[in-house]
């Protein structure tokens, strides 16, 4: 079967890095999505794994390794703003997204 | 500057009344899909519609339908609304190709409570 695991929850400090994990088992496999979601906001897009390797666009990260079925995104100086749920989603074999039921981060001051 | 529009935020329906959510986008995405959003999952894809008038099943179809007569309007029809179908709906667009397909814009969601 189709399978994407996160933590459901994660707790770091304003000012600090945080990584959030994800491994996937698919069939097939064509890249790695990230979506961002505040509370009772809509998901937004973050990023986008296809090849091996770290991704950096300004303070935040994604990481894949295809090999390792596991992706991670990486949070650097964290800001109250970050707190909010990080979805990971795989596209499988027919391009369709599995989705990961979400990883709600809470910065504390 | 919105860009995907969820015509009702929050809706309460009885048991086996007909429910309508529509959903507008103003991006000329050919795309469109409906997901439902619950506490512990994934979300789910419902249905999906990569062009006028066609539509295509996702994972949970059952119990839904959906319309899409403009390019711009894909609307998700609960026939007979049961308690099981209360969620979060998310409506979402994407121009078409296999990566930019699943690019998506989402709606800021509805959310349907049924008594």
């Known amino acids: 079967g189709q399978n994407i695991d996160q933590p459901t929850e994660m707790t770091a400090t304003e000012g600090a890095i945080v990584q959030i994990n994800c491994t996937y088992q698919?069939?097939?496999?064509?890249?790695l999505f990230w979506y961002q979601q505040h509370a009772g906001e809509a998901p937004t897009f973050l990023s986008y794994?296809?090849l091996d390797g770290l991704e950096e666009k300004g303070r935040f990260s994604s990481f894949l390794s295809r090999s390792k079925g596991y992706s991670y995104l990486l949070l650097k100086e964290l800001q109250m703003k970050d707190s909010a749920s990080y979805l990971c989603a795989a596209m499988d074999s027919n391009y369709q997204l599995i989705w990961g039921a979400g990883t709600k981060l809470i910065i504390k001051p | 500057d919105v860009k995907v529009t969820q015509s009702s935020r929050y809706l309460v329906k009885r048991t086996g009344e007909k429910v309508f959510l529509e959903c507008v986008q103003d991006?000329?995405?050919?795309?469109m899909f409906w997901y439902r959003q619950d506490p512990g999952l994934g979300l789910r894809l419902i249905y999906f519609?990569?062009?006028?008038?066609?539509?295509e099943k996702g994972d949970i179809p059952e119990g839904y339908s959906v319309s899409r007569e403009k390019k711009e309007r894909f609307s998700l029809i609960l026939e007979s609304a049961s308690t099981n179908q209360t969620s979060m709906y998310l409506c979402a667009s994407s121009h078409s190709g296999e990566v930019w397909a699943n690019v998506l814009t989402f709606g800021a969601g509805s959310r349907l409570t049924v008594l």
């Open positions: 794994n296809v």
């Open positions: 519609s990569y062009d006028v008038k066609m539509k």
């Open positions: 698919t069939s097939g496999f064509n890249g």
């Open positions: 991006m000329d995405h050919e795309n």
